[in-house]
């Protein structure tokens, strides 16, 4: 798979973050777009991954900026979770573990083909302090292996102006349920 934007696909991406970030900036307090385009455009390969987030309705926004490496963070920002990344089981093993009615893939696999990482749960309160964000919807987030070696995994949303978490079977799978992924460039 060719994981390269055309130069047009680029400038475009290009113009839609650069658009959310202007109109976000309380999620990104001194923090300037040209400095973020100058590490973008030098990564294509990051390129083509927020591209995918964007593809799958993800809405990705820089969240943070670490001092020490240089590095931003990109997370999906959409209100709810990602239309394109729904009704998802948790990953490959939950996924060929279903008898009937397979859903068609598994989060951990589209993570990873998109270049992105699943959210921890204190990554999910940190986007949360951000914004209000999954009130009618819930995604999944990063497992801890020992509660996944017992068949379960993990999902939070918010409600009441409270961020929860919850277990769920790792096979099991929801129109209303998908994962944010966040990106470092």
């Given at each position: 798979?060719?994981?390269?934007?055309?130069?047009?696909?680029?400038?475009?991406?290009?113009?839609?973050?650069?658009?959310?970030?202007?109109?976000?900036?309380p999620r990104h307090p001194d923090m300037e777009w040209d400095a973020v385009k100058t590490k973008l455009v030098a990564q294509p390969d990051k390129l083509w991954s927020l591209n995918e987030m964007e593809r799958t309705d993800g809405e990705p926004d820089v969240i943070a900026f670490d001092k020490s490496t240089g590095a931003y963070h990109f997370c999906d920002c959409a209100t709810e979770s990602p239309k394109g990344r729904r009704s998802l089981c948790y990953d490959r093993k939950a996924l060929d573990s279903r008898k009937e009615n397979?859903?068609?893939?598994?989060?951990?696999?589209?993570?990873?083909?998109?270049?992105?990482?699943m959210l921890t749960e204190e990554q999910y309160r940190e986007l949360q302090a951000l914004g209000a964000f999954d009130l009618k919807t819930s995604s999944w987030i990063q497992t801890p292996n020992e509660i996944r070696s017992l068949g379960g995994a993990l999902f939070c949303d918010r409600r009441y102006n409270h961020v929860f978490v919850y277990h769920n079977g790792a096979e099991s799978y929801y129109a209303s349920r998908a994962f944010r992924g966040i990106l470092t460039v």
């Open positions: 798979m060719n994981k390269k934007l055309s130069p047009e696909d680029q400038t475009d991406l290009l113009q839609r973050l650069k658009t959310r970030f202007e109109n976000n900036m397979k859903p068609k893939d598994n989060v951990v696999d589209v993570a990873a083909s998109m270049g992105i990482k």
